[in-house]
């Protein structure tokens, strides 16, 4: 039996308004690493970083489909005197072209997995068709449309014009990531391009700082 997602003993983050992740994430007290072994840390960081991004993914299917262990170089057009882009924090950049990732970011749904159901039930078109796979990956360019009437927080009669009630603990969510195009009057995303990292931050959402990335990376390239 899977335990509870929002478990307040295992305080783990998830991808979710929902109040008691949101009192989860804000109560994380980062695990102290200077008592473990090195594989301990890698440990601890992929099981935190992991309950973040895609804890609906299995672990063979993220190895084998989202984890590239080739992450981007860093550009020698940047400036020496900069901060490099902390790479690894694009471990789970893949993870940000699957449908159900962007329906999510994109502010049309509470959690990612209402954003799962959306897509199951149909509610949800890939440049104008439907797609009914959470997992699909989107392509750069690609066009996302949501059902107006399937988003909670738009209410209203159908043909008429509907209103929009915020749902509760959603501020900390209520922002676009730089590599979607999201237009609120038509219900539409575009997918710009995959994330990247930028000097002293990356454009994907995340409650860890880029060591846990580092560390999460590193358990993957090694068990791949």
């Avoid at 992991?50 to 262990?69: I, L, S």
């Avoid at 924090?89 to 954003?115: G, I, K, Q, W």
């Avoid at 039930?121 to 449309?145: E, I």
Wanted: proline letters at 9%.
């Amino acid at each position: 039996m899977r335990k509870p997602i929002y478990s307040l003993t295992r305080k783990l983050g998830r991808m979710s308004w929902n109040k008691y992740n949101l009192y989860n994430i804000a109560q994380k007290e980062l695990p102290n690493m200077n008592n473990k072994t090195l594989f301990q840390q890698k440990w601890v960081a992929k099981r935190e970083t992991r309950a973040y991004h895609g804890d609906e993914v299995t672990e063979r299917q993220f190895k084998n489909k989202f984890f590239d262990p080739k992450l981007p170089e860093v550009l020698s057009s940047l400036d020496p005197n900069q901060a490099h882009p902390p790479v690894a924090v694009l471990t789970f950049a893949e993870l940000e072209r699957r449908l159900d990732f962007v329906v999510f970011r994109s502010n049309f749904c509470p959690s990612v997995y209402a954003a799962r159901q959306l897509c199951v039930h149909g509610k949800v078109l890939v440049n104008g068709k439907k797609m009914a796979y959470p997992s699909h990956k989107l392509k750069d360019g690609d066009v996302v449309t949501v059902d107006p009437h399937a988003i909670q927080f738009l209410k209203g009669e159908k043909g008429q014009e509907l209103d929009f009630t915020p749902k509760p603990f959603s501020q900390p969510f209520m922002f676009v990531p730089e590599y979607l195009e999201v237009n609120y009057n038509t219900c539409q995303t575009v997918f710009l391009r995959s994330p990247v990292s930028r000097p002293g931050r990356s454009e994907i959402p995340s409650p860890f700082p880029p060591e846990f990335h580092s560390l999460a990376y590193e358990y993957y390239a090694r068990n791949k």
